[in-house]
């Protein structure tokens, strides 16, 4: 049983550069969420995808941030022109109505 | 405003001893709240949801609405406990998770 899968699992790359970063969830899970954890933070909230209803993009720091996703299935977070500061672990989450949310094991960003 | 506070980034306890770990939430209406375990090398998962009031690998956690904690709780420390353990919440639905900004327990043989 395949659990969420997220591509690359470290991502090391130069300010300026923009960066993709893909999530596979659980077959049959509607919902889709992106998360970041910077060093010694908690995890925040960036985007979350529901069925076919609009992304709710609140999470998002800045218009540097997009993602998409394809019906229910893979969903893919683009970073343009990275900051330093973009440097954290990007978790995605999954999950079906009323079920709590399975989480990947993260892609690590560093930004040089 | 919804916020998750962990007061405690790290709590140190002897193998054997009672473990109590800290969260304390605000949030307008009705939430729901989860701990969720990350030990080394492994993936955040669900430890506990506070709807299906299970005890999981010993572990408890009640929802007090009137002190809103959702303190987690276990009787008698185990060095495989060790791990970074967070508090969430949530509005009803599937709606995003709002997180504290985790404990870190260490068991000490």
């Known amino acids: 049983g395949a659990g969420v899968s997220q591509s690359p699992s470290n991502k090391v790359t130069e300010k300026g550069k923009d960066v993709e970063l893909r999530c596979d969830p659980i077959?049959?899970?509607?919902?889709l969420y992106w998360y970041r954890q910077r060093l010694g933070q908690g995890l925040e909230f960036l985007i979350y995808?529901?069925?076919?209803?609009?992304?709710?993009k609140s999470g998002l720091p800045s218009d540097r941030f997009s993602a998409e996703r394809t019906g229910e299935s893979v969903s893919t977070l683009t970073i343009q022109r990275t900051q330093q500061e973009d440097s954290a672990v990007y978790l995605c989450?999954?999950?079906?109505?009323?079920?709590?949310?399975?989480f990947g094991d993260g892609t690590r960003l560093s930004i040089l | 405003a919804q916020r998750v506070t962990q007061p405690e980034k790290l709590l140190s306890v002897f193998k054997g001893a009672p473990v109590e770990l800290k969260c304390n939430y605000s949030?307008?209406?009705?939430?729901?709240l989860f701990w969720y375990v990350q030990y080394s090398r492994q993936r955040l998962q669900l430890l506990l949801r506070h709807i299906s009031r299970e005890s999981i690998k010993g572990f408890t956690a009640d929802l007090n609405k009137g002190e809103t904690s959702f303190h987690l709780k276990k009787p008698f420390a185990q060095e495989e406990d060790s791990a970074m353990y967070y508090c969430?919440?949530?509005?009803?639905?599937?709606?995003?998770?709002?997180f504290g900004k985790g404990t870190r327990l260490s068991v000490i043989a």
């Open positions: 989450a999954s999950s079906t109505l009323g079920q709590p949310q399975h």
């Open positions: 969430a919440l949530s509005g009803t639905g599937n709606t995003p998770l709002v």
């Open positions: 949030y307008s209406g009705s939430p729901e």
């Open positions: 077959s049959g899970h509607t919902a």
């Open positions: 995808f529901q069925g076919n209803s609009a992304p709710d």
